[in-house]
């Protein structure tokens, strides 16, 4: 079975300044996905990035980006010149490749301060 | 092109009662899943529904149950409900199954009182 584990319950950081959340899996599977989710507080869940464990090359979305360390089964996301529209539930969430299942980190609220 | 869409938004229940939820992918996708959101348990999945079939369900008891129609569009139907159920449930479509990226819909927030 798979577990995800998300240490950082809440978060706060001022506006313009670069935030890290942390996210640690564990499988025994080789191919599979690695996804950030943010939900904000209207609740439509959103995918931010996505990673396929067999890059190396850790994925790129304009202002965030993740640091996978595969060995390590980390997968944290940095946000960078963080915005208010960035406040939101952020999940961190796996997949098996060729399952439609996602298996979710209990989340961190992140609010970004004016 | 329209995103998911989840009918009805908000369902108030009592113990005992059933309720159908139901969940229109976007157009062309053919697999749906079901997610529970709450605050103890967090976000756990029900099942998946490929071309009318279930796929792959979650550790849920019998009383949550599923289907797919030929349009693709999903329904799920708890029976004999319990406080405990009350919770957001979610729907995600995605184009086919394994490696395309789910859409999520806004959720029904349904309360069993």
């Known amino acids: 079975a798979q577990t995800v584990t998300q240490s950082q319950p809440e978060m706060s950081v001022q506006e313009a300044e670069t935030v890290t959340l942390s996210c640690t899996y564990d499988?025994?599977?080789?191919?599979?996905?690695l996804f950030w989710y943010k939900q904000p507080p209207s609740r439509q869940m959103i995918l931010v990035i996505r990673?396929?464990?067999?890059?190396?090359q850790n994925a790129t979305e304009n202002r965030f980006s993740v640091n996978f360390q595969k060995a390590a089964k980390s997968f944290s996301l940095k946000i960078s010149d963080s915005q208010l529209g960035d406040t939101a539930m952020y999940f961190c969430?796996?997949?098996?490749?060729?399952?439609?299942?996602?298996?979710f980190g209990t989340g961190t609220r992140l609010t970004i301060i004016p | 092109k329209a995103g998911v869409t989840q009918t009805p938004r908000y369902l108030i229940k009592t113990r005992g009662q059933q309720v159908t939820l139901s969940c229109s992918p976007i157009s062309g996708h053919r697999s749906v899943s079901w997610y529970q959101q709450t605050p103890g348990q967090g976000l756990q999945f029900l099942f998946e529904?490929?071309?009318?079939?279930?796929?792959n369900k979650g550790n849920f008891p019998g009383r949550f149950s599923g289907r797919q129609f030929s349009n693709s569009r999903s329904e799920m139907n708890v029976s004999t409900l319990e406080l405990g159920d009350s919770a957001l449930y979610l729907c995600?479509?995605?184009?086919?199954?394994?490696?395309?990226?789910?859409?999520f819909g806004p959720g029904t927030r349904l309360t069993v009182l």
């Open positions: 990673q396929e464990a067999y890059k190396q």
């Open positions: 499988t025994s599977e080789n191919n599979y996905y």
């Open positions: 969430a796996f997949r098996i490749v060729g399952n439609e299942k996602l298996t």
């Open positions: 529904y490929f071309s009318e079939t279930q796929r």
């Open positions: 995600a479509s995605s184009r086919d199954r394994g490696n395309n990226e789910q859409f």
